[in-house]
């Protein structure tokens, strides 16, 4: 009756009470034991969470399939163990809320969890078993909160991301990713990325890889069997290395729409969108019997390009022309000049007599010991590094010097 509920009731919370006040003194194996034996799991479950066993609660729900209990129990519990244990099979069972237990327990504290301990559960995910309603592939979103937001540097971390990337259908993703890691400087193994992007038959992104990787000419090759010109444009425009790298590049481009597309006039739209390639270099590459109107235009274009250049190389000739007339003419003026310097003269610089070794001679009557202009110039107007070289191209002349008057000697 109504007397016997309350009464029950009455003595359910003073069990409880008496668990609370005398958890310390009791033994926990006997006192699940006897709480189990009179089938009564509530209580069971209020010990354990008194008991601070937050493993039995959890694995209790676990087992009973109440993936919202328990992934609640681990949050509280914010037992770094406990996520390892149970996260594999909440992941299998319950994706979104695993991932958002996860990602928030690593942001209240970024040390909680290891995200590479928690690489089983993200191998085991399967994306089927996501809810009605969430498309998102949990295993990316986690690794991309690793990645973005607690800047993980984990290479196993990056590359499993990279992989699972390469898996999904967007090619900007992946794309994305790459770039934001530093692309081949970046701490994903691009080699890695290319084989996964070669068997999820995805041909983009292995161009930008393997231009990624240096191998500029493979990923123009693959960016023209696709038939994506504008990606082979990009590539060859970005290629690092030597000017003659670009030219062959942009020459198999045009090559390829001349003579695979048959488009003369595409082919000659390129040498404008770049200063690699003359109207010349393609030339060749154009059937027997084309039309002169299609390139015509880009001839005289050229043409004058060369008249152009020419002129400028006369130009440059002249003055050349002009300027050693000038130096002869001054060379021939040199000659006949001298200047007088007296047994007293003295040296600017040390006041010694200028006479007693090697001296320079200005026209303004100003006379300076070779070594004394050479510590002022070096102490007053080079730098350390000018210094340091000036004493190198000293000691190779001097070496120079020495190795000539031993040759000389041997002669003798």
Same mark, same amino acid.
């Given at each position: 009756?109504?007397?016997?509920?309350?009464?029950?009731?009455?003595?359910?919370?003073?069990?409880?009470?008496?668990?609370?006040?005398?958890?310390?003194?009791?033994?926990?194996?006997?006192?699940?034991?006897?709480?189990?034996?009179?089938?009564?799991?509530?209580?069971?479950?209020?010990?354990?969470?008194?008991?601070?066993?937050?493993?039995?609660?959890?694995?209790?729900?676990?087992?009973?399939?109440?993936?919202?209990?328990?992934?609640?129990?681990?949050?509280?519990?914010?037992?770094?163990?406990?996520?390892?244990?149970?996260?594999?099979?909440?992941?299998?069972?319950?994706?979104?809320?695993?991932?958002?237990?996860?990602?928030?327990?690593?942001?209240?504290?970024?040390?909680?969890?290891?995200?590479?301990?928690?690489?089983?559960?993200?191998?085991?995910?399967?994306?089927?078993?996501?809810?009605?309603?969430?498309?998102?592939?949990?295993?990316?979103?986690?690794?991309?909160?690793?990645?973005?937001?607690?800047?993980?540097?984990?290479?196993?971390?990056?590359?499993?991301?990279?992989?699972?990337?390469?898996?999904?259908?967007?090619?900007?993703?992946?794309?994305?990713?790459?770039?934001?890691?530093?692309?081949?400087?970046?701490?994903?193994?691009?080699?890695?990325?290319?084989?996964?992007?070669?068997? +999820?038959?995805?041909?983009?992104?292995?161009?930008?890889?393997?231009?990624?990787?240096?191998?500029?000419?493979?990923?123009?090759?693959?960016?023209?069997?696709?038939?994506?010109?504008?990606?082979?444009?990009?590539?060859?425009?970005?290629?690092?290395?030597?000017?003659?790298?670009?030219?062959?590049?942009?020459?198999?481009?045009?090559?390829?729409?001349?003579?695979?597309?048959?488009?003369?006039?595409?082919?000659?739209?390129?040498?404008?969108?770049?200063?690699?390639?003359?109207?010349?270099?393609?030339?060749?590459?154009?059937?027997?019997?084309?039309?002169?109107?299609?390139?015509?235009?880009?001839?005289?274009?050229?043409?004058?390009?060369?008249?152009?250049?020419?002129?400028?190389?006369?130009?440059?000739?002249?003055? +050349?022309?002009?300027?050693?007339?000038?130096?002869?003419?001054?060379?021939?003026?040199?000659?006949?000049?001298?200047?007088?310097?007296?047994?007293?003269?003295?040296?600017?610089?040390?006041?010694?007599?200028?006479?007693?070794?090697?001296?320079?001679?200005?026209?303004?009557?100003?006379?300076?010991?070779?070594?004394?202009?050479?510590?002022?110039?070096?102490?007053?107007?080079?730098?350390?590094?000018?210094?340091?070289?000036?004493?190198?191209?000293?000691?190779?002349?001097?070496?120079?010097?020495?190795?000539? +008057?031993?040759?000389?000697?041997?002669?003798?």
């Amino acid at each position: 009756g109504p007397g016997g509920g309350d009464e029950y009731g009455h003595q359910l919370d003073e069990f409880k009470h008496f668990l609370q006040d005398n958890v310390p003194n009791l033994d926990p194996p006997t006192t699940y034991q006897l709480i189990l034996h009179h089938g009564r799991m509530d209580l069971m479950l209020y010990y354990a969470e008194l008991n601070g066993d937050h493993d039995r609660v959890v694995t209790h729900h676990v087992q009973r399939r109440q993936w919202d209990k328990a992934l609640e129990c681990l949050a509280k519990a914010a037992d770094a163990s406990l996520f390892y244990k149970h996260s594999p099979t909440l992941m299998q069972h319950a994706p979104v809320g695993t991932v958002n237990t996860w990602i928030e327990a690593t942001r209240g504290i970024h040390s909680l969890l290891d995200p590479r301990k928690l690489m089983p559960a993200l191998i085991r995910y399967d994306p089927a078993t996501n809810p009605t309603g969430h498309t998102t592939n949990q295993a990316v979103r986690f690794l991309s909160h690793c990645s973005r937001n607690l800047r993980t540097d984990d290479p196993v971390l990056l590359n499993y991301l990279a992989t699972l990337y390469c898996k999904q259908e967007d090619d900007e993703a992946i794309l994305a990713f790459l770039s934001e890691q530093g692309g081949a400087d970046g701490r994903v193994d691009l080699q890695l990325a290319m084989r996964v992007c070669k068997e +999820a038959n995805k041909p983009q992104p292995c161009c930008r890889i393997l231009s990624w990787l240096g191998q500029y000419e493979q990923a123009v090759d693959l960016a023209l069997s696709i038939k994506d010109f504008e990606l082979a444009k990009l590539i060859a425009e970005e290629a690092q290395g030597s000017d003659e790298l670009r030219h062959r590049l942009w020459l198999s481009i045009a090559r390829y729409v001349i003579e695979e597309e048959k488009d003369v006039k595409k082919a000659i739209a390129f040498i404008g969108e770049t200063d690699i390639l003359k109207v010349e270099d393609i030339l060749p590459f154009f059937p027997d019997f084309a039309l002169i109107d299609d390139f015509k235009e880009a001839i005289c274009s050229s043409l004058e390009d060369y008249h152009r250049h020419i002129e400028d190389l006369k130009r440059g000739m002249e003055e +050349a022309t002009r300027s050693a007339e000038l130096i002869r003419k001054d060379m021939n003026e040199l000659r006949g000049r001298f200047g007088i310097v007296r047994s007293q003269h003295e040296c600017e610089w040390c006041r010694t007599p200028v006479l007693s070794a090697g001296l320079y001679l200005f026209p303004c009557g100003h006379a300076f010991h070779i070594d004394c202009q050479e510590r002022h110039m070096m102490r007053e107007h080079l730098s350390d590094a000018e210094r340091r070289r000036v004493r190198q191209l000293k000691a190779s002349l001097a070496s120079g010097g020495d190795a000539a +008057a031993n040759r000389g000697g041997a002669k003798r």
